[in-house]
């Protein structure tokens, strides 16, 4: 059984840094990609970091978070880290870690939806 987990979610002044830590279980490592998403309340769920492990392990960020947020994966594929820096109110969510198998035609985030997902970890960043 695929068995998500993130941690290190926490409050922050805007300016300061967490670290997200996601580690997956129950798969073969090398068939799965780990990525993570953000939600804030009445907004819909954004893709923000992913590996692309099965590639040439080039990390994807979205625009919002680029600069600030780094991805990294331990050499076992099993623990996805993501340093926040420089956090902002705008910031503010939960954080979801999603264990997934790329699909052929279908991007990261689109894939992640057929994967497995833990049950997040709160960030706020208060100004």
């Known amino acids: 059984q695929v068995q998500v987990q993130e941690s290190g979610g926490g409050s922050v002044q805007a300016g300061g840094s967490l670290r997200l830590s996601c580690v997956a279980s129950?798969?073969?490592?090398?068939?799965?990609?780990l990525g993570w998403f953000r939600q804030a309340p009445g907004k819909e769920r954004e893709g923000i970091a992913c590996?692309?492990?099965?590639?040439?392990?080039?990390?994807y960020y979205a625009d919002s978070v680029k600069g600030r947020f780094t991805a990294s994966q331990d050499n076992t594929k099993r623990i996805l880290s993501l340093q926040m820096n420089n956090l902002k109110p705008e910031d503010t969510a939960m954080y979801y870690c999603?264990?997934?198998?790329?699909?052929?035609?279908?991007?990261?985030?689109?894939?992640?939806?057929?994967?497995?997902w833990g049950q997040g970890t709160q960030v706020t960043v208060s100004s």
């Open positions: 590996i692309d492990t099965d590639g040439d392990g080039s990390t």
């Open positions: 129950g798969y073969t490592y090398s068939t799965y990609s």
């Open positions: 999603a264990a997934f198998q790329p699909r052929f035609g279908l991007s990261w985030v689109a894939s992640a939806e057929f994967g497995y």
